[in-house]
């Protein structure tokens, strides 16, 4: 079964970093597009980055364009999202994503919390 695993969320000071993490398993991973989401307590969940899947195209939300950068290592079946100048806006739970059959799959979240 599809399984995806979150990691490297914490709490960070505003102008930091942070790198996520996504392990995934159950399906073949090269094969498909990754993508990062995120959701604010109130609010939707949100499109951060994604990346097709040989790494080669990526796109991402305009509020992180040069703040954040997505990539992966199809070897390893993980796909990372490298987080910079976090400011407390960005402040979510930060899921992975991979639609595969028709259906959409996400990891159980990892908490990112900007704060001074």
């Known amino acids: 079964q599809v399984q995806l695993a979150e990691s490297g969320g914490g709490l960070v000071q505003p102008g930091g970093s942070l790198r996520l993490s996504c392990a995934a398993s159950?399906?073949?991973?090269?094969?498909?597009?990754m993508s990062w989401y995120r959701q604010a307590p109130g609010k939707e969940r949100e499109l951060v980055a994604a990346?097709?899947?040989?790494?080669?195209?990526?796109n991402y939300a305009d509020s992180t364009k040069g703040r954040f950068t997505v990539s992966r290592d199809n070897a390893k079946n993980t796909v990372y999202l490298q987080m910079n100048s976090l400011k407390p806006e960005d402040t979510a739970v930060y899921f992975c994503?991979?639609?595969?059959?028709?259906?959409?799959?996400w990891g159980q979240g990892t908490q990112v919390t900007v704060s001074s």
């Open positions: 994503n991979v639609v595969h059959g028709l259906e959409n799959y």
């Open positions: 159950g399906f073949t991973f090269s094969s498909h597009v």
């Open positions: 990346i097709s899947s040989s790494g080669g195209n990526t």
